[in-house]
């Protein structure tokens, strides 16, 4: 038996703020009290000036996923590290069923990935890209059995992964029944493939077109179509990525109605704007993501959503791809898009600085509070994907997933000390105040300061429950 406490630290959860100890034993948060008396044999961790925060849950990331000729830059290996070092103690990533694997036997190789690779806790969404009777049997066995009992359906990318209403609405209408969700990525993908086309024509191929030809009134649509699809099937749905103002009011309308709506945000979507696309420099490759950049207004809209509760949580949708071709050996990135900007892959980091760019822009700037803070990185994610009370929360009985974070420490953002294996991050030179001092996974110190103590291999799939439900 292994006991650690935590003490003279500051205990925040989405919900509480007050100092007491926090006594560990082995794996789980066993006492919470003030001044607990503890024997020798209990290892002293001091948080003095600290936060005490549960460790961040981010639902939406992209290790080791292959979308076309391109693979993202982050192995379950590096990326969990990353993630591990911003604050980030579970992530819930991708297994794919592509043509021709079924969705069990997808969410078993994601599981070898993981079990090889996670440095921290993890579980899977499965993406959805074909509907049929075997498809929905193995959907519901996998909510019931495998612990994976939410889907990810594209309504964009047509030839690739996009599915068809139809295709949707038979999903939601079974997971619905069975407690699980379905997460859309919503943008009209046919009207999209039709302006890359348009504009590829007329000769547009630098990375800006990508965004002019995502507009965020076809992000607005698909989400108001997702929605009715959810309504007639009676089931949660959940939006990926939102970015668009157009978008939100719909999701604003749908829960004002008591639709179980649910969406989450991007700090990409809360740090920059479309203005970044003001050149034909191929370097804009770096702001190329699904859904683009958006206006200010978008912006606004989305900060005050997240204060609102509109909007309920913030995951990064860490999808890396480097802008150095051959960066570590690595092939088929950023710059495949050189000369044709819907060949650029679609996707930016951001697992290591959630948390940071958060704390700093959100709850120094008074956008949101300290709960809030937490509940939007942590507790919201894993109450809706069905890892609360394990994950999400400091209390006797959790999984002892600590984070200890100085709130006045400054620091610079910078590629080179991320410890993931992107060549670039969008926060570069970003001076934040805020920075994770130690993380602790299931009892274990996996980071001190600069220092990894972890173990690669060292995070476990977790098995959750109903998504969707809270
Ligand atoms: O650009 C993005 N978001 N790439 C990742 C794949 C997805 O759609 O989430
Ligand atoms: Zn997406
Ligand atoms: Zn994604």
Redesign the pocket.
């Known amino acids: 038996m292994t006991r650690k406490i935590i003490q003279n630290g500051r205990i925040v959860t989405s919900v509480d703020d007050y100092f007491a100890d926090i006594l560990i034993v082995d794996d789980q948060i066993a006492a919470i009290g003030r001044n607990l008396v503890v024997g020798t044999d209990t290892q002293v961790i001091d948080a003095k000036g600290l936060l005490v925060l549960p460790g961040g849950v981010d639902c939406?990331t992209?290790m080791d996923?292959t979308?076309g000729d391109s693979t993202t830059c982050d192995s379950f290996e590096s990326g969990t590290r990353s993630a591990a070092f911003g604050g980030t103690t579970t992530i819930v990533d991708f297994a794919f069923q592509r043509q021709g694997v079924g969705v069990l036997e997808a969410i078993e190789r994601a599981r070898i990935k993981g079990a090889a690779g996670a440095c921290i806790d993890y579980g899977f969404h499965v993406i959805v890209t074909g509907v049929n009777a075997q498809v929905l049997a193995d959907m519901q066995h996998a909510i019931r059995h495998e612990g994976v009992s939410s889907f990810?359906m594209?309504m964009?990318?047509p030839g690739s992964v996009m599915v068809d209403d139809a295709a949707i609405f038979q999903a939601m209408r079974m997971v619905g029944q069975h407690g699980g969700m379905i997460a859309l990525?919503a943008e009209n993908g046919t009207i999209i493939d039709l302006l890359i086309k348009e504009a590829l024509a007329q000769g547009h191929t630098a990375p800006k077109y990508h965004a002019l030809t995502r507009p965020a009134i076809m992000e607005g649509e698909a989400t108001h179509r997702g929605i009715k699809l959810a309504e007639l099937a009676e089931a949660p749905v959940y939006f990926?990525?939102l970015s668009a103002k157009e978008a939100l009011k719909h999701v604003v309308e749908a829960r004002d109605m008591g639709v179980p709506v649910f969406a989450e945000t991007c700090p990409h979507y809360l740090f920059f704007d479309e203005s970044v696309y003001d050149s034909d420099d191929f370097d804009l490759a770096r702001y190329?993501?699904?859904?683009p950049l958006r206006s200010k207004e978008s912006q606004k809209a989305l900060w005050t959503a997240l204060r609102t509760d509109d909007l309920q949580l913030v995951s990064t949708?860490h999808?890396p791809f480097c802008m150095k071709e051959g960066h570590l050996g690595l092939v088929n990135q950023k710059p495949l898009g050189r000369n044709d900007f819907s060949k650029i892959?679609?996707?930016?980091p951001g697992v290591e600085t959630r948390m940071a760019t958060l704390y700093d822009g959100g709850v120094r700037s008074e956008k949101i509070s300290l709960n809030r803070f937490v509940e939007l990185t942590s507790t919201a994610p894993a109450k809706l994907f069905g890892l609360f009370p394990q994950k999400g929360t400091i209390a006797v009985g959790s999984d002892a997933d600590i984070v200890l974070f100085d709130p006045g420490e400054q620091h610079v953002i910078s590629a080179k000390n991320q410890h993931g294996n992107c060549d670039f991050t969008l926060f570069e030179g970003r001076n934040v105040t805020g920075k994770v001092k130690k993380v602790l996974l299931r009892g274990e110190l996996i980071v001190d300061a600069d220092q990894w103590l972890g173990k690669v291999g060292g995070g476990r799939f977790v098995s959750r429950g109903e998504s969707g439900g809270w």
């Open positions: 939406h992209h996923n979308f990810k594209f964009a990318y990525h990926v990525h190329v993501m699904s859904p949708d999808c892959p679609n996707g930016v």
